[in-house]
Every structure is written in C-alpha cells, then in structure tokens.
C-alpha cells in the first residue's frame, strides 16, 4: 500500500499544481506548496490506516483535501472587503475604450457595498465561480443567486443604455 503512495506522487504533484495554480494563484506560491505537501501527507495517513478503501484512488482524494486547505486559507484571509475602500476593484480590459463598459462598470461601482457587489466584482474581474466562494466564504448557490440578482439590478440601473431588439420592440400585429 505504501509502495502505490510513492507511485501515484509525481501524478498528484502535476495534477494538484496545476488545479492550484489555476484556481487559487491570489495564494502566495509558498503557501501552496505548503498545501500540496499537507495534502498529500494527510491522505497518506488515512490511506496507511486504510479508512480510505482499497478501491479508492488517493490522487484525487488528495486533491480534493488540496482544494479545501486552500479554501481554507483564502477564507481566513478575507481578501475581499465589503466597503467603499474597494470601489477600484472592477477590472478593465487594457486597450479597451467602450463607452458601454464604462457605464457598466461606472454602474458596478454605484452598487451599495454588499455580497452581491463583491460577487460582480470579482467575476468582472475574471474569477471562476469556486475562486468567488473561496474568498468570500459562500456556498456556489449563493454566488449563482448574488450573481443573478446583480445582473437584474444592473439591468435596471442600465435600462435607458440599453438597446433592445428591432423584433422585441416591434408591434405584434392585432390591434
């Protein structure tokens, strides 16, 4: 059992780097590597105690521990602070002069500082959806729920900006 750990290593290294580096590179890289030995290390025991399973493969188990210790770590920091000190934080695509993303980004920054706030902010600024629960501490639903109703308010702030369809607005016979 011990001798298939040794095997399976360079796998999980490969396979954990690359899902840390992906999903959570606001993490010092220092600290991840610090998360992918303790990964490995507590699937190790638990794999030598056999509370594992025969059938179970440890990489991604290992992995998964990896996830959860770096969301772990983003959660203790709370990088995200819901308040006006954060109304930079809107990523703009460089060479980029839109004048519908700047009302739209104008329109993110107008938002009471909320979850739902945070939530748009960090996707516009290229966050996948388990980054925006790691930092924030949130499930997925609520991301999905906080994301969906900035959209609506944005949408409503933005009524007058927005263009609808020739087909949407054209009279549909009748009357």
């Not at 056999?50 to 920091?77: F, H, W």
Request: net charge positive; glycine share 4%; aromatic share 4%.
């Amino acid at each position: 059992m011990g001798e298939q750990l040794v095997q399976v290593y360079s796998r999980y290294l490969t396979d954990v780097r690359k899902m840390l580096n992906s999903k959570f590179a606001a993490v010092p890289a220092a600290e991840r590597e610090d998360i992918v030995q303790v990964a490995y290390e507590r699937t190790a025991r638990k794999w030598l105690r056999e509370q594992l399973g025969e059938e179970c493969d440890p990489v991604p188990y290992a992995i998964r521990a990896a996830r959860n210790l770096a969301i772990d770590s983003v959660r203790k920091k709370r990088t995200v602070p819901l308040s006006q000190d954060n109304a930079d934080r809107v990523a703009v695509p460089q060479n980029r002069s839109d004048e519908g993303l700047d009302v739209v980004i104008r329109a993110i920054r107008r938002m009471a500082p909320t979850q739902r706030r945070a939530v748009v902010e960090l996707q516009s600024s290229g966050a996948e959806d388990d980054e925006i629960c790691a930092e924030l501490g949130i499930p997925r639903k609520q991301v999905q729920v906080q994301r969906t109703r900035a959209i609506q308010e944005l949408r409503h702030k933005l009524r007058r900006h927005i263009r609808l369809k020739e087909a949407e607005t054209a009279p549909t016979g009748g009357r």
